[in-house]
């Protein structure tokens, strides 16, 4: 199957910055949308950004102009550069990939989260 492994969360000061990476590895035939979500106890899972295959980007307006998602194709992986943190940024970060595993089959995969928290 398909795993996705996050890596950069942690504690931060107020108007910090954190780097998030998640790397897909497994049976991948090509991966479509890969994002960014997070959730706080007792809310939804909501969208933090997202990225196409072909660069085109998408974001809450909670954080534009703060958070950055990039990815490298050839790498199967997915960044979240988060600029100017508040505490209101805590939470968990999840990452989630759109991947082809064949030619006809196609499945979202999560990641298991990284704790980010902002607090001084």
């Known amino acids: 199957q398909v795993q996705l492994v996050e890596s950069g969360g942690g504690l931060v000061q107020p108007g910090g910055s954190l780097r998030l990476s998640c790397a897909a590895s497994?049976?991948?035939?090509?991966?479509?949308?890969m994002g960014w979500y997070r959730q706080v106890p007792g809310k939804q899972r909501e969208l933090v950004a997202t990225v196409t295959s072909s660069g085109s980007t998408n974001y809450a307006d909670s954080v534009k102009g703060r958070f950055t998602i990039s990815r490298v194709n050839a790498k199967n992986t997915v960044y979240l550069q988060m600029n100017s943190l508040t505490p209101e940024d805590t939470a968990v970060y999840y990452c989630?990939?759109?991947?082809?595993?064949?030619?006809?089959?196609?499945?979202?995969?999560w990641g298991q989260g990284t704790q980010v928290t902002v607090s001084s």
């Open positions: 989630n990939a759109d991947v082809a595993i064949t030619y006809w089959v196609r499945r979202e995969y």
């Open positions: 497994g049976s991948i035939f090509s991966i479509y949308t």
